[in-house]
């Protein structure tokens, strides 16, 4: 494995689509993600994830207004919207699918290193987290301990994953 330092990396993301022998390839150039440097500086975390887990703000969203970014999200979202469906909807630190009785799938995608910071978007910076667990680490901040693979909260409370497939 090579290690590219991150103004130098490139991704080309591959698609299926709805016909089984073809595939969607979409470069993503040191360019595009230079531009969306420039974008994401000084915005809110939550507002960013907010676009890569639902559609709502898709039309009329001035962050991913450009073509480039658009690619980016869509990369970021595939991601996520996998991972959701690795862990059928649940939540990795309760275990809980939340919307389960309401026909609901209302589990979120959470950059373990901000997004806005990182421009990290593999699947071992994203965690699958309930709406609740999502607005209380963005909330009090704490700490992600990699080897553990927990999180320890500002008042001493740790919460390790019950459910974890991906990361390690
Ligand atoms: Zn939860
Ligand atoms: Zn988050």
């Known amino acids: 494995m090579i290690r590219l330092p991150d103004d130098y990396k490139e991704y080309l993301a591959i698609y299926t689509t709805e016909y089984e022998d073809t595939y969607l390839l979409e470069a993503i150039v040191a360019a595009d993600i230079y531009v969306l440097k420039n974008i994401v500086q000084n915005q809110s975390e939550r507002l960013f994830e907010e676009n890569f887990n639902y559609d709502v703000a898709e039309q009329g969203s001035t962050l991913f ?85 927990i999180y320890i909260y500002p008042n001493g409370i740790k919460e390790g994953l019950v459910l974890n497939q991906h990361i390690g």
């Open 65 to 149: 207004g450009t073509e480039r970014i658009v690619k980016i999200r869509k990369l970021n979202k595939k991601i996520g919207d996998n991972l959701k469906l690795l862990y059928d909807y649940r939540c990795q630190i309760c275990g809980k699918s939340i919307g389960e009785k309401y026909d609901s799938q209302v589990v979120e995608a959470h950059h373990i290193d901000y997004f806005v910071h990182s421009l990290n978007n593999d699947s071992n910076n994203q965690l699958i987290v309930c709406p609740n667990h999502h607005s209380i680490i963005h909330d009090v901040n704490p700490v992600f301990d990699r080897k553990r693979l």
